[in-house]
DNA sequence: ATGGCCATGTAAGATGTTACATGATTTA
DNA sequence: TAAATCATGTAACATCTTACATGGCCAT
């Protein structure tokens, strides 16, 4: 089956070419390995076995360099790589890029009702925790990106930022509404 | 290899059987059919073989009903699913539930740099348009959910929407960003 | 009775993860 | 020079998508 459309990871191989090419597929795969969401994760059996997928369909191109006794392949897109790279980025967007947005914390607290109170009020108190202090390294972020006038990094980087105090607003609504509840029953199941 | 830990999918199928319980196959891939974030898509091919898996690990059971002519199964937890649901949700929360969630508007914009001026607009004017008709039904779920006194689906639509209203917030100042910068330049790479 | 949706699957294939292998290069 | 890390992969496996198959049920 001849596949037409590009997956998301691949997409942003191809985004990232676009700004970093001519470059290793390693500098490809740490610009996931460093990213701030640990949603990429980078590993070496997705990125490499992709670029060859991506340069077999023509998208992309390696000549094969010498840098003292190593050989490495510098990547760079070919004309149908950006083609499809725009093809990607041009509306109309698909559903998926606009509809919510997954979210694996959102997720979990709908199930909220299978714990009881002690362990619910656990799980809470450990998720203010910890998007408290995940959120102080993405502000260092947007302090940082901002200060090297990197536009599109910072606009970036707010977004995520909008993202995580958006949800840290919402966590805290759901420990009021959880509070003002009464407590005294435990898993009250969804009607 | 031994699997111990649950998947998000596998995760949300225990949750959600242990609101639906005793239910078919069916009424569980329904959920997924008809949440409002695309992100589940609830194909066949992934439910029905992972309710297999689940059930040889022992975490749920399957008692077969006959209704008039038609033979359908029956899925309720064992105490082991409840276990595993509950561990699923315990703290310690993994990186992956805290960390910035994915988000695959947030990515495509980070390459607008890719696109020539006229095509960056259009990008931008098709997200927001789209982003506005979203949000209109998200909001509709927010008032149903709430008249329907549903507390635990109320607070996951309220996640959405939130999500949803932080997003369309960015776009605009980023929007906002890309309209005062000088617009004489196509193409600017990241430095 | 028939066309369409309900309900339950299965088969083939694409994609990604984990774990390993290998050699080059840097650093203690 | 020994250990760590860089850089490039590969193999086995798990999971999910797409597409199909099958039979029951329902409205016209």
Request: glycine share 8%; charged share 30%.
């Amino acid at each position: 089956v001849r596949r037409t459309t590009l997956t998301e990871l691949e997409g942003c191989v191809l985004g990232v070419l676009h700004v970093l090419e001519p470059c290793t597929a390693y500098s490809v795969r740490r610009e996931f390995l460093d990213s701030p969401s640990p949603y990429w994760s980078g590993s070496a059996g997705a990125i490499y076995p992709l670029i060859e997928r991506l340069r077999r369909r023509g998208l992309m191109r390696a000549s094969t360099q010498t840098t003292g006794r190593r050989k490495s392949r510098l990547l760079g897109l070919t004309p149908a790589g950006r083609a499809a790279l725009r093809a990607w980025l041009r509306p109309p967007l698909p559903d998926v890029v606009i509809g919510v947005p997954s979210d694996p914390l959102r997720t979990r607290l709908g199930f909220l009702s299978v714990l009881p109170a002690r362990e619910r009020r656990a799980l809470l108190a450990d998720a203010v925790r910890r998007m408290a202090t995940h959120l102080r390294t993405i502000d260092a972020d947007v302090v940082r990106l901002r200060r090297e006038r990197d536009l599109f990094g910072l606009l970036v980087a707010r977004g995520a930022q909008a993202a995580l105090r958006a949800r840290q607003a919402w966590l805290k609504e759901v420990v009021r509404a959880l509070a003002s509840r009464g407590e005294r029953r435990g898993g009250s199941k969804r009607s």
